[in-house]
């Protein structure tokens, strides 16, 4: 029956299923839902994000979220990023740069470098791979040179980089990965 479902999630006939019945190894909780976890892409530490203030060049350039989650900026000093969008990133810098350093500054930011992800288990090659926005775990199968002959091929099991517990939880093929994600490929028996 699980697979019927997943099945059905696949090919579209299904437009809200339950994820409950994605049991992990080590716990009943579901993984997140796609849209919960998905949304915008939220910065972290080893980033690199394009700041472009708009007629200050020397103001300008690209920035490392550091280890705390911060970026350095001239003039301003340090602004958290850790767990904000490029566009709430731009919102910040924007404000400090508005108190009295530059007049109506105009901000753009964008994510140039993301975190990696990393995949291991039943995969050619496993290892650290740079994500790509909107990738999924087939993807990421993909990068790391497909699936070894002992590899499962209808699920996955994930260790989100920003749950806290860091529990792996098994999901369908086609789940969204995130940066700091682990997949791991199991094995199958038959």
Same mark, same amino acid.
């Given at each position: 029956?699980?697979?019927?479902?997943?099945?059905?999630?696949?090919?579209?006939?299904?437009?809200?299923?339950?994820?409950?019945?994605?049991?992990?190894?080590?716990?009943? @909780?579901?993984?997140?839902?796609?849209?919960?976890?998905?949304?915008?892409?939220?910065?972290?530490?080893?980033?690199?994000?394009?700041?472009?203030?708009?007629?200050? +060049?020397?103001?300008?350039?690209?920035?490392?979220?550091?280890?705390?989650g911060y970026v350095a900026m001239?003039?301003?000093?340090?602004?958290? @990023?850790?767990?904000?969008?490029?566009?709430?990133?731009?919102?910040?810098? @924007?404000?400090?740069?508005? +108190?009295?350093?530059?007049?109506? @500054?105009?901000?753009?930011?964008?994510?140039?470098?993301?975190?990696?992800?990393?995949?291991?288990?039943?995969?050619?090659?496993?290892?650290?791979?740079?994500?790509?926005?909107?990738?999924?775990?087939?993807?990421?199968?993909?990068?790391?040179?497909?699936?070894?002959?002992?590899?499962?091929?209808?699920?996955?099991?994930?260790?989100?980089?920003?749950?806290?517990?860091?529990?792996?939880?098994?999901?369908?093929?086609?789940?969204?990965?995130?940066?700091?994600?682990?997949?791991?490929?199991?094995?199958?028996?038959?």
């Open positions: 029956m699980l697979f019927n479902t997943w099945k059905k999630v696949a090919t579209g006939c299904v437009v809200a299923v339950s994820l409950a019945a994605c049991q992990n190894t080590g716990s009943n @909780a579901p993984l997140e839902t796609q849209t919960a976890s998905v949304g915008e892409y939220q910065l972290g530490a080893g980033d690199e994000v394009r700041v472009t203030v708009f007629g200050q +060049e020397q103001l300008s350039g690209p920035l490392r979220v550091d280890g705390a001239p003039l301003v000093g340090e602004i958290e @990023a850790k767990g904000k969008t490029a566009r709430q990133l731009e919102i910040a810098i @924007a404000q400090k740069l508005n +108190e009295g350093y530059v007049r109506d @500054a105009r901000v753009s930011a964008e994510v140039v470098t993301f975190r990696p992800f990393y995949i291991i288990g039943e995969v050619s090659r496993p290892g650290q791979y740079a994500y790509v926005n909107g990738m999924t775990a087939t993807t990421a199968v993909a990068m790391a040179g497909g699936y070894t002959y002992r590899g499962r091929q209808d699920y996955v099991l994930v260790t989100r980089g920003n749950d806290p517990e860091k529990v792996e939880r098994r999901a369908p093929i086609n789940t969204k990965v995130l940066p700091d994600d682990v997949v791991r490929i199991p094995e199958r028996f038959f």
